[in-house]
């Protein structure tokens, strides 16, 4: 099909919500009207004296949709792009018989988005579900404590370990197989130990306050315990008298060990992940992770031996040759568990995932219900949403959101979702993000994107981060 931008710039925007109804298959784009032949979803924008024509068509294999909008020619460009979001919204719904939960919503935070209006005005004006919307209150209501008491002038630390065990094959981050990474690996924890001194030095000399850490990836485990305990010597650069919040995604159960444990809770980390993604074996097979349900169990156990008493868990709702019955039973092995915190995704393929590219997806249906699963089942065992963000190309448009029990909500989690606090980011495609509270102003300076760039070029690594001074002055 052909998606044709006619007289508007509305592209972005409507491009998005046109493929939250399809699943992520090629489609043409034209700004061109004559393109409208064969099958093409029409998006149009006229004037005629003083007043301006919104129209959006279909047409499909004989069948056709129309719907248009005419208002005054003084109408603002914002208020013409929701009115076309939501005509389109409505051809699609009627077109396929389906509606997506969170209206003509695209972007990655709606609860951020959700705060600027009424109930009401969100059903009518966004087309958001009433399920969605008390969902975003309910997250609203839990961080306005946490928001209020970000202390003045502080920042996040996020450490960037790129690497994993195995690529999964619906995985879009930038990570490593092992296999091909080894060679370097001793180098990278050079390199990054050197980007996180200079970052430390930054942010004395700007007065910065270190509020939380976090180690990500990939899959932070994949170091050895030794490179490991080299990577956490180096935060003794940073002043973390006033850390209230140090995390490290142990992740894959395949890469977790008593003695990597014991090094991690010994630099002084509180909080982990053990991340299974589903408890069945069969579906592991299927992503292409090389380990066990057992295993995640054996993890977990040996985690909490070891002395951590905030453990997270994740797992995907949609992924492929999984089924409703089974993500169900994933849920209930890890609410048995009782980890303080459970984050459930709902499956995206982006183009550098491996799923993507397969001619045969086969992934499951019923995102939908697994995640309405999840929300009844949660709120029985006492959790509660804290955060929330959304992905293109998501199984039956849904999102992805953090559970926690009280008091064992993830700051970290938040402020980067809601773009609450700076983050100083060290690490192959590590991301730093600036925030001025005060003004709103938010900017991202980025890591080079693979390993052997960011090893290759590792002065521009440094050089990069000299415009956090600009920013601050």
């Not at 050895?224 to 956490?232: G, I, N, P």
Request: glycine share 6%; charged share 25%.
């Amino acid at each position: 099909m052909t998606l044709i931008f006619c007289n508007h710039k509305f592209q972005y925007e409507i491009e998005r919500l046109f493929r939250s109804f399809f699943p992520p298959v090629k489609i043409a784009l034209s700004t061109d009207k004559a393109d409208a032949h064969g099958s093409y979803c029409l998006t149009e924008r006229s004037f005629d004296g003083d007043t301006v024509i919104l129209s959006v068509e279909l047409r499909e294999q004989g069948e056709q949709y129309c719907f248009s909008k005419t208002l005054p020619a003084d109408t603002s460009d914002k208020e013409q792009e929701r009115i076309m979001s939501v005509l389109l919204f409505k051809l699609l719904r009627e077109y396929t018989g389906r509606t997506m939960p969170w209206g003509i919503l695209t972007g990655v935070r709606p609860v951020k988005l959700l705060s600027q209006y009424g109930d009401g005005e969100a059903q009518e004006k966004l087309m958001v579900s009433r399920e969605k919307l008390e969902l975003a209150r309910t997250i609203e209501r839990i961080q306005q404590p946490m928001i209020a008491a970000i202390p003045k002038n502080s920042y996040s630390l996020y450490v960037s370990i790129p690497f994993c065990p195995t690529r999964c094959s619906y995985c879009s981050f930038v990570s490593h197989s092992v296999d091909k990474a080894a060679a370097r690996m001793d180098e990278y924890v050079q390199k990054l130990c050197e980007e996180m001194k200079r970052t430390a030095e930054i942010a004395k000399q700007l007065g910065l306050q270190l509020d939380t850490i976090y180690f990500g990836g990939g899959t932070p485990t994949t170091l050895s315990a030794e490179q490991l305990r080299t990577v956490f010597g180096t935060l003794d650069a940073f002043d973390c008298s006033y850390v209230r919040e140090f995390t490290v995604e142990a992740g894959r159960p395949d890469t977790i060990t008593r003695e990597k444990l014991e090094v991690i809770k010994s630099a002084g980390a509180d909080r982990i992940s053990v991340n299974p993604q589903t408890m069945r074996d069969s579906v592991l097979e299927a992503i292409g992770r090389r380990h066990t349900a057992a295993q995640t169990e054996e993890a977990y156990a040996l985690a909490r031996a070891v002395g951590f008493r905030c453990i997270n868990m994740d797992l995907i709702a949609g992924l492929p040759t999984d089924d409703v019955e089974g993500f169900r039973y994933s849920l209930d092995k890890v609410r048995a568990l009782a980890p303080e915190n459970i984050t459930v995704h709902s499956l995206s393929l982006k183009r550098a995932a491996t799923l993507f590219h397969e001619q045969d997806r086969k992934t499951a249906g019923g995102a939908a219900e697994m995640i309405d699963y999840t929300h009844v089942a949660l709120k029985q065992d006492g959790y509660a949403p804290y955060y929330l963000y959304r992905q293109k190309n998501t199984a039956d448009n849904q999102e992805n959101t953090g559970y926690a029990l009280p008091d064992t909500e993830s700051l970290y989690n938040m402020y980067i979702m809601e773009e609450l606090q700076t983050i100083l980011a060290v690490g192959a495609g590590a991301s730093t993000k600036l925030v001025d509270t005060a003004g709103g102003r938010i900017e991202r300076l980025t890591n080079h994107k693979f390993p052997y760039e960011y090893l290759d070029r590792f002065d521009n690594i440094l050089q990069l981060k000299e415009q956090i001074f600009d920013f601050f002055v």
